[in-house]
C-alpha cells in the first residue's frame, strides 16, 4: 500500500515538472512571437519601384564625409545603397544579386522604428560614413582591413538599430521588458535584438545578401557582423578605448586579427556618431532629435512605473 503510494506520488511530482516545462516553453515561443518582425512585408513590387527609379542619383559631394544623409528623400535612400555597394564593387565580388540587396534592405528600413531619433535615417547615416570611409581611405585596397570584413562593416552599420524602441539597456532592464526577459545579457539587449532581427530578415526569402559567399567566407562574415553590432553600443567603445590607444601608441598590423577587430570596432563606433559631426545647422537638428527620442523614453518609464 505504501510502496502504491510512493509510486503514485512520483509519477504525480513528474508530470507536474513537464507540465512546468511545457508552460514555460509556451510563454518563451509566445515571448518571442512578441518580438519577431511585426513589420510591413516587402513586395517585389515594391523592389520594382528601386529597381524603375527614374531620378538620377548623382548628389553632389556623395562620397564626401561633410554630406547630409537627410538631404535624401526616404524612398531613394535604398537607392543610394545600391550605388554604395556598387561602387565599393561588393555586388560583382560577393555576387550579390540587386534584386536580393534592394529587398533586404527594403525589409531592414522597413523594420527600423518611427522613434525620432534612432530610426532608419540614423541606420542611413552610420552606413553611409563606413561607406566613405572605405573609398575615401582604401582601407581594403591598402589591406588595413580584408574584403569580407568591409563587406561585412557596411552591413553592420546599416543595420546596429534595427528595430529600436528608443530605450536604452538600463531602462530595458529595469522595467523588465520583454526583450530583456528574453535576452539574458545584462548589458546587451539591445545589440542582441538588432542582430537578431539582422539574421531573421537575412534568413527571410529573396533577402539573404550573403548567399554568393563560401561556406568560410560566410561563417567569417556572421561573426564579424554580430561583432560589430555589439560593438555599435557606445558603451562596449569605452571598455575597447585603452586597448585602441594602445595600438595607435605602438602599430597597426594589419596581419594581426585582434588589431583589425578593434580598428573595425572604432570604425563603427565613428558611424554611429557620424550624424552629429556635420555641420552645425545639422547638428542642432539632430539634437533636437535626440532630446526627443530621450523625452519620450522618459514617458514610457514613468508609464512604465506607474503601471507597476
Known amino acids: 500500500m505504501v510502496e502504491s503510494f510512493a509510486v503514485n506520488c512520483g509519477i504525480s511530482f513528474m508530470h507536474a515538472l513537464m507540465y512546468q516545462k511545457m508552460e514555460n516553453s509556451v510563454k518563451r515561443s509566445i515571448m518571442a512571437q512578441n518580438i519577431m ?58 555576387k550579390i544579386r540587386d534584386i536580393t540587396l534592394i529587398k533586404f534592405f527594403l525589409t531592414i528600413q522597413a523594420s527600423y522604428g518611427d522613434n525620432a531619433y534612432r530610426n532608419w535615417h540614423q541606420g542611413f547615416a552610420a552606413g553611409h560614413f563606413v561607406y566613405c570611409v572605405l573609398k575615401q581611405l582604401s582601407l581594403v585596397e591598402s589591406r588595413y582591413i580584408s574584403p569580407v570584413e568591409g563587406f561585412a562593416l557596411i552591413i553592420s552599420a546599416f543595420c546596429f538599430n534595427v528595430d529600436c524602441f528608443g530605450s536604452i539597456n538600463p531602462f530595458l532592464l529595469n522595467t523588465k521588458s520583454i526583450l530583456a526577459n528574453f535576452y539574458t545579457s545584462e548589458s546587451r539587449v539591445r545589440s542582441r535584438h538588432a542582430l537578431n532581427q539582422t539574421l531573421i530578415i537575412m534568413n527571410m526569402e529573396g533577402c539573404n545578401i550573403l548567399e554568393g559567399l563560401t561556406d568560410q567566407e560566410y561563417s567569417i562574415c556572421i561573426e564579424i557582423i554580430k561583432d560589430l553590432i555589439h560593438a555599435a553600443d557606445i558603451s562596449f567603445h569605452f571598455k575597447f578605448l585603452h586597448k585602441q590607444k594602445k595600438i595607435c601608441a605602438e602599430f597597426y598590423q594589419n596581419f594581426n586579427p585582434a588589431h583589425r577587430y578593434y580598428f573595425c570596432c572604432l570604425i563603427i563606433t565613428a558611424a554611429v556618431l557620424s550624424d552629429f559631426a556635420k555641420d552645425w545647422l545639422n547638428t542642432k537638428r539632430i539634437s533636437w532629435f535626440c532630446s526627443r527620442s530621450s523625452s519620450c523614453t522618459a514617458i514610457w518609464r514613468s508609464r512604465s512605473i506607474g503601471n507597476r
Not at 527609379?53 to 548628389?59: G, V
Not at 556623395?62 to 550605388?83: A, G, K
Open 37 to 94: 518582425i511585426n513589420k510591413k512585408q516587402v513586395t517585389m513590387e515594391d523592389v520594382a519601384q528601386v529597381l524603375c527609379c527614374k531620378s538620377i542619383h548623382n548628389l553632389p559631394f556623395f562620397d564626401t564625409f561633410e554630406f547630409l544623409t537627410r538631404s535624401i528623400i526616404l524612398p531613394e535612400t535604398v537607392c543610394y545603397l545600391v550605388r554604395m555597394f556598387d561602387e565599393l564593387n561588393y555586388m560583382s565580388k560577393f
